[in-house]
């Protein structure tokens, strides 16, 4: 009785790990994005807009020195960064800014590149807490 209720209980604990380790072909991506460095902030842009490309919803979450990228003051040497943000809006992609760290930096919505959406809870926690979505930080 003990080893059946053993393999029982093995095997239900195999099957939960292996379902866990497959992401969804379509499962949202939210990226944070809290680095004003070029390289840095451009791999998590790209990485971003590989995957979105392959089908997976992407939202970038503009926090902390990265608010500079989502703000037109930045837009001389960011214009990269700004370029490749407005093409993941125009391709439906949700770029988020947060509303503390830009009252921070000084900016306000008004200053926002064309597109980016300010944040709250709701703005923010719909991205973030879709299900299934996975998250990557830069």
């Not at 949700?94 to 900016?107: H, N, R, T």
């Not at 590149?113 to 719909?126: E, F, Q």
Request: net charge positive.
């Amino acid at each position: 009785m003990f080893i059946k209720t053993l393999k029982s209980v093995l095997i239900a604990l195999l099957a939960a790990l292996s379902l866990s380790a497959f992401a969804g072909a379509n499962d949202p991506l939210f990226i944070n994005l809290s680095t004003d460095e070029t390289h840095r902030s451009t791999m998590a842009i790209n990485f971003g807009k590989h995957h979105s490309a392959n089908g997976h919803p992407l939202s970038i979450f503009l926090n902390d020195k990265a608010v500079i990228l989502g703000v037109k003051a930045g837009s001389e040497k960011f214009a990269d960064q700004q370029k490749e943000l407005s093409e993941i809006i125009a391709k439906g992609g949700l770029v988020i800014m947060c509303p503390m760290c830009l009252k921070q930096a000084g900016y306000s919505e008004s200053d926002l590149i064309a597109g980016v959406k300010l944040g709250s809870p709701k703005v923010t926690g719909d991205a973030l807490f879709k299900d299934g979505t996975k998250t990557m930080s830069w």
